[in-house]
């Protein structure tokens, strides 16, 4: 089994305020994921990464995929309310027959504070 | 264009008891699934489908059954609830990897 650690569990901030999630496996994936969820919601998705190295960049949101494809990072620039949700990574397994199986990390859940 | 809907939203069961969670696509995917979500676990793969007639486990398939009679269905059956399968069910339809979610069913189970 492959598993996604994310931390920090909890994050509580202030708007402004710059933070980083964290999402790293003893394993390669071929790709990975990012999702936000809301309350009384599915998680939605935020982006793809699939080359090792590679930066993606949605509004103040940046998402990086480690060198060795077994890590991923969140940035998120001058938080704002509006953030405030469940975030998850999930990893796709490489190669095989695993075509829309994901592992999720258990996820991080951001507060931010006006 | 209505997604991924799932019925019903909310279910509190007794234990022994059994029932059904509807989930349902418009959007023609092959490939769907199921994932339960349990506080500090993320979501976690029960079984899951690449088409119909064809369905396979996930890492949490005990308690569970589904079928896949149609592209747009995927029903998954608890036979005999348990207190251990209070949790919230997300149902997911996929293309390209990238994962549509429904709005989630919780169930409680006394």
């Known amino acids: 089994t492959q598993l996604l650690k994310q931390s920090p569990q909890f994050l509580s901030i202030q708007e402004g305020e710059n933070l980083t999630v964290y999402c790293n496996s003893s394993s390669v994936f071929s790709s990975l994921q990012w999702y936000r969820q809301e309350p009384g919601e599915g998680p939605v998705l935020l982006v793809t990464v699939v080359t090792g190295g590679e930066v993606k960049k949605l509004k103040r949101l940046t998402f990086q995929f480690g060198d060795a494809r077994k890590d991923s990072s969140l940035h998120i620039t001058a938080a704002q309310p509006g953030d405030t949700g469940l975030y998850l990574c999930a990893g796709i397994n490489a190669g095989g027959t695993s075509y829309g199986k994901l592992t999720f990390g258990q996820g991080t859940i951001l507060t931010v504070h006006p | 264009n209505a997604g991924v809907t799932q019925t019903p939203k909310f279910q509190v069961l007794k234990t022994g008891q059994s029932m059904t969670l509807q989930c349902a696509q418009d959007m023609n995917h092959e490939y769907m699934s199921w994932y339960r979500q349990d506080p500090g676990m993320g979501l976690r793969l029960i079984h899951y489908s690449v088409g119909a007639g064809i369905t396979d486990q996930g890492e949490v398939p005990n308690g569970y059954n589904v079928s896949r009679s149609t592209t747009e269905d995927f029903p998954l059956r608890l036979l005999s609830a348990a207190p251990s399968q209070t949790s919230v069910y997300f149902c997911?339809?996929?293309?390209?990897?990238?994962?549509?979610f429904g709005p989630g069913t919780r169930l409680t189970v006394l």
């Open positions: 997911a339809s996929s293309r390209y990897n990238e994962q549509f």
